[in-house]
Every structure is written in C-alpha cells, then in structure tokens.
C-alpha cells in the first residue's frame, strides 16, 4: 500500500496536469478500459447504496480520517474510494526500486508457477490486511477473486492480487490504472477519487495471471450481479 499522502498525490497529479505530461514510458492517448458488454452505469446504479459490513471505516490514505465503509450486496462487497498504484511483484522495466521508492518484491497471492504477479502488466487490486474492521476472508473474497473496477465510465476486471496495511483502502496496480486512463506512475499518480471497487464473492481466477479469464468471469458475475440484484 502506498503510504503517501493524498495531498501529495493531488498535488503531483495537478502539476502532470498542468504541464501536459504523460506517465514515464507512455505514448499518445492513455489507454482506456472497454471490457465485456456490461456499462459501469448499470454497475455504480446497483452500488449507490451501501449497506455496511465493516465494523468500522478505512482510511484513504496514511494521513486521512477513516472514512471509507465496505459494504455488501448478494454476490459482491464493494467500497468506493481512491486509487493509489503498487508496482510490488516481479521487477520490470516499469516496476521497480528505481521507479518505485515502495517497491516490494512480491505479492501475497503469486502466480500459478510460483512467481510474483507482474503489476506492469496484470491487472489486480490490493485489499487490506484482515482486521477488527473487517476480514476480507470472512466475506468469501481470496486471491483471485474478481473485481470490476470503475472509474470514469469505464469497467476494468482485475484479480484480487495483494493485500495491503489494514486500516487504508484503494489500491490497484499499475495495469488496472493505466488500463482505466488513470497516471500509473507510483510517485505521482493515482486518482484522489471516484473509484469504485466491486469484487465478487466466492470467485476465482485460475490461473490467477490470466487476464482474459478474469475478463471472461468478471463479464459472467457482473450480469449475475445485475440479474440478482
């Protein structure tokens, strides 16, 4: 979990603005997440209510006041906050101790042959520690479940791929966010917030570093979710 502030994230992110830059390594236009047949509209509809599961509230970032529930609905828990990135897992041309000064090594759920996952390239997202506030085990979510996340329109499935501290939540790698449009850098990107986390319960992504079968699943579970709901 990145363990700056979101005033620092604001403030980077508002001078990249300013100045018209691009994340490191990117060209042209960002690329934006169009995924399965399921609109984010239908899927923020059914999450505009939240009837909550957490004991009590997680914070956004390190310096920021709890605020942040998650809460429960048939077939998925879901919480709406920010996107800080993490580049932890296997070392890249993107993700690294050069390029990333929280760089960690690993992921707490590997890939089916035993490595790290790669965030430069997969998308997942980080849940946080098991706690008094809540334990993500308890509510059917494992490494590999499913997660359709939303930002500005746009759907992007990823896999549950880490977990991080336990009183911060939002978090996804490097690919979830630049899939969504958003600046993947770890230092400087992010988006403060209007993001929204919907992972389905008793899900799983095998192998978990297949993308097309999240896509595959995800698209699968959100219909049901609809459907149900």
């Known amino acids: 979990m990145r363990m700056r502030t979101q005033t620092l ?3 980077a992110g508002a001078a990249l ?3 018209g830059a691009l994340p490191a390594g ?3 236009s960002p690329i934006r997440a169009r995924e399965g047949t399921v609109g984010a509209t239908d899927l923020l509809a059914e999450v505009a209510s939240c009837s909550r599961i957490s004991d009590g509230l997680y914070r956004t970032d390190e310096e920021a006041s709890p605020s942040v529930p998650v809460c429960g609905k048939e077939g998925a828990v879901f919480w709406k906050a920010d996107m800080d990135i993490t580049c932890d897992g296997q070392v890249t041309a993107r993700c690294n101790r050069d390029t990333d000064p929280w760089f960690h090594p690993g992921t707490a759920f590997p890939q089916s042959d ?14 946080p520690g098991p706690s008094d506030i809540w334990n993500y085990a308890d509510a059917g979510i494992k490494g590999g479940s499913v997660v359709a996340v939303i930002h500005d329109d746009q759907v992007q499935y990823a896999v549950v791929g880490d977990t991080g501290p336990r009183n911060i939540i939002g978090e996804a790698s490097y690919a979830t ?3 969504l449009g958003i600046d993947p850098e770890p230092s400087t990107g992010g988006a403060a917030s209007g993001v929204t986390y919907i992972l389905f319960t008793n899900s799983r992504v095998s192998p978990i570093e297949s993308h097309s079968a999240a896509v595959s699943l995800g698209e699968s579970l959100a219909k049901r979710f609809l459907r149900d709901n």
């Not at 490595?115 to 849940?127: A, F, I, M």
């Open 177 to 179: 966010a630049e899939a």
């Open 114 to 127: 035993g490595s790290p996952l790669n965030s430069e390239t997969l998308p997942y997202v980080v849940v």
């Open 26 to 28: 990117a060209t042209g």
């Open 9 to 11: 994230a604001v403030a």
């Open 17 to 19: 603005l300013a100045a």
